[in-house]
């Protein structure tokens, strides 16, 4: 079995971004939706994946996950989620060939407001999709569990969740997250934002240049950039490949512009 690469710097924050192959919509249907949302739970459950959001759209995923441990754990749960999902798929079309992309991308992020701004970017994805008026529309994203009361049995780590992007109580959490999601709709502030998808890292200028240091000779070519607002990224200047960042946008595509990203396995572990 291949063996993950090991680009990345254990007890980061990742925005993990997979698509379909060939940017084709294999999980337009609900149910293969709802399939890879249910193998998600089960990688919680089986590797102690901390998650802080996630969506699920008809050709590509977002996952904003914590590495605590640098024990491989986030590449296992891609491992199973993904090949699970397309197992499904392919047994139920009697379908053959690759369900995903053959990699997936990772952006290191800040903990914090830079935090706090991926997370609300994951969760007006189908909002700029234009599917969805209000992200709490879209069932298969992590919306509705934030803004529920955190207690136990969901996907995410509310308590967690609220620790690192800076609030002492979850309340205190929920309410400034729903203030935020509401402000950007009524400013229309829901624009691509390419750095959350094509960086290696994104936060102060600081993190962005530790995030470079850490990668030592991976990290050659790599420009610290001014990102909007009082954040900066880390990217390279060619893209790698291309990919559709929103639900049914066929004229804007996500371009990797770094190959920081670990192989994903074919097959799933048991």
Not at 7 to 34: A, M, S, V, Y
Not at 162 to 191: C, I, M, P, R
Not at 194 to 214: D, Q
Request: charged share 25%; net charge positive; proline share 3%.
């Amino acid at each position: 079995m291949p063996r993950a690469n090991r680009h990345f710097i254990p007890g980061q924050i990742w925005h993990i971004t997979h698509r379909c192959h060939k940017r084709d919509f294999l999980l337009k249907f609900d149910k293969d939706r709802r399939a890879w949302t249910q193998w998600l739970h089960e990688a919680k459950l089986r590797f102690n994946l901390v998650v802080f959001n996630w969506i699920v759209t008809s050709n590509h995923i977002h996952l904003l996950l914590l590495d605590e441990t640098g024990q491989e754990v986030i590449p296992r749960s891609i491992q199973l989620i993904a090949g699970r999902t397309a197992q499904g798929y392919n047994q139920r079309k009697r379908r053959k060939g690759a369900f995903w992309e053959d990699r997936y991308h990772a952006t290191a992020i800040e903990a914090g407001s830079h935090l706090l701004r991926c997370l609300i970017y994951i969760n007006l994805n189908m909002v700029r999709a234009g599917v969805v008026i209000h992200p709490s529309e879209w069932p298969f994203g992590g919306y509705n569990e934030i803004q529920s009361s955190g207690r136990g049995g969901g996907i995410i780590a509310h308590e967690k969740l609220a620790a690192f992007t800076g609030f002492q109580s979850y309340e205190t959490f929920k309410s400034a997250h729903n203030a935020w999601v509401n402000e950007a709709l009524e400013n229309g502030d829901n624009a691509r934002q390419s750095e959350w998808s094509e960086s290696i890292g994104v936060g102060s200028k600081t993190f962005t240049l530790w995030i470079k240091e850490k990668l030592g000779i991976r990290a050659k070519g790599r420009s610290v950039m001014k990102s909007k607002g009082d954040g900066y990224h880390l990217r390279e200047p060619t893209p790698c490949y291309n990919n559709n960042d929103d639900y049914l946008s066929y004229q804007e595509s996500l371009k990797f512009q770094n190959c920081y990203f670990w192989e994903l396995y074919e097959d799933a572990t048991g």
